[in-house]
């Protein structure tokens, strides 16, 4: 459902929306879950570098869970970066 989602979003041009980012985020978030994790940067990578003009909430959200993806792969540095950013 949620690829279905992310492909409708695309195709109506709403690849800066904040229902696509989110979207985008969550479907990451699973690929994640699923240790799928070169599909999860890549989707979650994007939806941190669409989102920077979001509200600061929904911005925060987007790094906080490609953080998640770094520091459950190791790339501990990365994922600091990105937490300090959220906060």
């Known amino acids: 459902a949620l690829l279905t989602s992310v492909n409708?979003?695309?195709?109506k041009g709403m690849e800066s929306d904040?229902?696509?980012?989110?979207?985008?985020?969550s479907l990451g978030s699973?690929?994640?879950?699923?240790g799928q994790y070169s599909k999860a940067e890549s989707i979650l990578s994007e939806a941190a570098s669409?989102?920077?003009?979001?509200?600061?909430?929904d911005y925060s959200n987007l790094l906080n869970n490609l953080a998640l993806l770094y520091d459950e792969i190791g790339k501990y540095n990365e994922a600091e970066e990105l937490y300090k950013e959220v906060l």
Do not use: H, P
């Not at 409708?8 to 195709?11: A, S």
């Not at 904040?18 to 985020?25: G, N, P, R």
């Not at 669409?50 to 909430?57: A, I, V």
């Open 18 to 25: 904040v229902k696509y980012l989110m979207t985008l985020s």
């Open 50 to 57: 669409k989102g920077k003009n979001l509200n600061e909430s």
């Open 8 to 11: 409708l979003y695309k195709q």
């Open 30 to 34: 699973v690929y994640r879950s699923l």
